[in-house]
């Protein structure tokens, strides 16, 4: 499964919160080691793909929106992912 599809694909996270309201750990797992893979070489190149930078804009976007449907759990599992991917984006400027 490709990052973006992990993040907006039919089964992302962003779908089976918006449909399901529900935080899908495993998927979320996998787009944190994703990004933690590659957070080394994006800091070292300057770069982040296209289709990367996009799928971690969504995300960002998305998780930072929140909802009104989701349960004080979800909710809170999202400030906290929220949280912590933008740690990981933030560690490349250091």
């Known amino acids: 499964m490709s990052f973006s599809d992990m993040v907006v694909g039919k089964n992302g996270l962003l779908v ?12 979320y797992m996998d787009i944190t080691n994703y990004l933690n ?3 080394s070489e994006w800091k070292r190149t300057g770069f982040i793909p296209v289709a990367d930078a996009v ?3 969504n995300l960002i976007d ?3 929106g929140g ?3 989701w349960s ?4 809170l599992r999202v400030e906290d992912a929220i949280l912590e991917i933008q740690e990981m ?4 400027e250091e």
């Open 89 to 92: 984006i933030s560690s490349l």
């Open 16 to 27: 089976e919160l918006r449909c399901h309201n529900s935080f899908n750990e495993k998927i």
């Open 37 to 39: 893979q590659r957070l």
């Open 62 to 64: 998305e998780l930072s």
């Open 72 to 75: 004080e759990e979800v909710e």
């Open 55 to 57: 799928a971690v804009f």
């Open 67 to 69: 909802s009104q449907f």
